[in-house]
């Protein structure tokens, strides 16, 4: 079974930017059909779909982020990573990695979450 686990900083200061790992373990992340998935939880608020990069490399975002996201991958440690720039505390939040078949916010395994806040 597939298992997903975030790791990064707990907070983050505004401007600055956030990046978050997803460490994958019992699938490879270049296994053909799956997309890898970087979502998020304001608080109070629902689940908001950030970006994925799929088992090409191939990556798409979130348009209402305005091109500060960015998603990459290391295949040789099976991780894939979420790099947010220019953060405010707006993007406080529960970030969860993901893995789905589809490039939309749908998955069938996902981390237990990370929480980060954006505060001075």
């Known amino acids: 079974q597939v298992q997903l686990q975030e790791s990064g900083p707990g907070l983050v200061k505004p401007s600055q930017t956030l990046s978050l790992t997803c460490t994958v373990s019992?699938?490879?992340?270049?296994?053909?059909?799956?997309?890898w998935k970087w979502i998020r939880q304001p608080p109070g608020k629902g689940l908001e779909w950030m970006g994925v990069i799929n088992s090409g490399g191939s990556t798409y975002y979130s348009p209402s982020l305005k091109s500060r996201a960015s998603i990459s991958r290391d295949t040789s440690k099976n991780q894939f990573t979420l790099q947010l720039s220019s953060v405010t505390p707006e993007d406080t939040a529960v970030y969860f990695c993901a893995r789905g078949t589809t490039v939309d916010a749908q998955f069938h395994y996902r981390g237990q979450g990370t929480q980060v806040t954006v505060s001075s």
């Open positions: 019992g699938g490879s992340i270049t296994t053909l059909g799956y997309y």
